[in-house]
């Protein structure tokens, strides 16, 4: 749940439309408003296009979401899609069945298939979202099971953070900027090269926050030697790629 400010307020969740022959468990991301403090509430609206209830064996997820309003009104969600990912698995399968004369395989957990992975989307609403339109893919590669994140400074910048699967299957945070409110962002880049090799997926995101004129990142690595949370604080403006090194933060039991 988001303030909008004036009164207004909203509330965004994922639904599971239907069980997948494939194996998916497929979602769509809702949001509801409130205009009058959250007294009452209108009828939620799906944010991402192409309902996953009506792709049938291609039934696609839309999960791990987030969502802010920047100082403007505008409304962006991220999360994490899967529409072009199951379409290359199902290509794959059937084309595999077809060469070999066999029931089609699965492959529903496999990070790439054909080159294709889970995508970290955007979409925007500037109608206090009561219509959204998809602007921006921001990544085909990221891990499909951690967070996404989403945070605005007080200029009306918009960060986005998530889990991201280089080459040697490292699975770390990279994050990127929009200056137009979410209508487009820059080339996500690595927080840290915590080089965390998995070969599954961790299932924690990052989070962020932001002031005038810095960014803040808090995630979880299990990196050999180094496993742990960490924080690390960058210029806003510049994102730049200094070496700069995260703190690690330590927790004790009470």
Known sequence: IVSGGGGRAYVSGTTRTVTS??????????IARSLDYGKTWQPPVRVNQGSSSVQGPLAASHTFHDVVVTPSGTVVVSWIDTRNQVAAQHASREGHAALNGQAPIQWVHDDFVGGMGAEVRIAVSRDEAQTFE??????????PCCQTALTVAPNGAVYAAWRHIFSGNERDIVMAVSGDEGASFSKPRRVYRDAWKIAACPHTGPSIVASADSV??????GAEGRAGSYW????????????ALPKQVGFSES
Request: net charge negative; hydrophobic share 35%.
């Open 134 to 143: 998809e602007t921006t893919i921001l990544d085909s590669r990221t891990c």
């Open 232 to 243: 690390l604080v960058d210029n806003a403006i510049a994102l730049s790629n200094t070496a």
């Open 21 to 30: 022959p494939s194996g998916e468990d497929p979602g769509d991301v809702w």
């Open 216 to 221: 803040g990142v808090l995630w979880y690595t």
